[in-house]
């Protein structure tokens, strides 16, 4: 009964740098969220995929942040180029399939991967 | 489009109550409350969809006035494990995807 899973848990590159974190949902769950947060501060939303679709980028910076879920694997959140500013924790969430215009989908959290920026 | 969140922090002793307020400028679907303790996930608490819902978890509970687009989370006879940081999210009816946007968040303290 593994629940959401994110890695790395830290990761530490230098400005110019690529980062890639990953997250695995939890079992029987195709919606995933991504989420960052800055220190003493809340969750920004910053993406919603389903299986091969971006439902919702509206979050998400318009240069150097990309994601994908992918038919197979774990969901990726790619940052390219590094800059200090993007020194977060980044959460993944994962919630049910949607079974109608409900909204309610409760949102289970990854224990969050750490990025630190050089 | 985020909801405000208040007080922004708050410190109680062992056994005191408290009320944390979520307000939203949008119509909602639904109000979801989250605690998140330091270095840790967020975890979910509950949920409220309808106008006028309260809804309990042992000596937590929550309302949800739908008519003012706000709720409220109630933590009574409160204990050092309440510590942590909570977190309105809200489900916006004009937003088609129906993501989750989440308040700024309220610390909480429990001190013995």
């Known amino acids: 009964n593994a629940g959401v899973m994110q890695n790395p848990r830290h990761l530490v590159r230098r400005r110019g740098q690529e980062a890639r974190l990953r997250c695995s949902p939890m079992k029987g769950h195709s919606h995933v969220y991504w989420y960052r947060q800055l220190p003493e501060e809340g969750l920004k939303f910053m993406v919603y995929l389903q299986k091969e679709n971006i439902i919702d980028e509206s979050g998400m910076p318009k240069e150097r942040f990309s994601a994908e879920f992918p038919k197979e694997g774990p969901s990726i959140l790619r940052i390219q180029q590094v800059v200090r500013g993007d020194s977060a924790a980044y959460f993944c969430?994962?919630?049910?399939?949607?079974?109608?215009?409900?909204?309610?989908?409760?949102?289970?959290f990854g224990a969050g991967s750490r990025l630190t920026v050089l | 489009q985020q909801p405000v969140q208040s007080p922004q922090a708050v410190i109680l002793r062992e056994g005191e109550d408290a009320v944390i307020n979520c307000s939203s400028s949008?119509?909602?679907?639904?109000v979801h409350w989250y605690r998140q303790k330091h270095g840790e996930a967020p975890v979910f608490l509950m949920i409220l969809l309808k106008g006028g819902e309260q809804k309990g978890h042992e000596k937590i509970s929550a309302s949800f006035n739908e008519k003012k687009q706000q709720s409220s989370l109630y933590l009574t006879a409160s204990q050092l494990s309440y510590s942590g940081t909570y977190f309105c999210?809200?489900?916006?009816?004009?937003?088609?995807?129906?993501?989750?946007?989440f308040g700024s968040g309220t610390r909480l303290l429990v001190r013995p």
């Open positions: 969430a994962s919630s049910p399939p949607r079974t109608g215009p409900s909204g309610a989908n409760v949102l289970t």
């Open positions: 949008k119509a909602l679907y639904s």
């Open positions: 999210g809200t489900e916006n009816v004009m937003d088609s995807s129906y993501k989750l946007i």
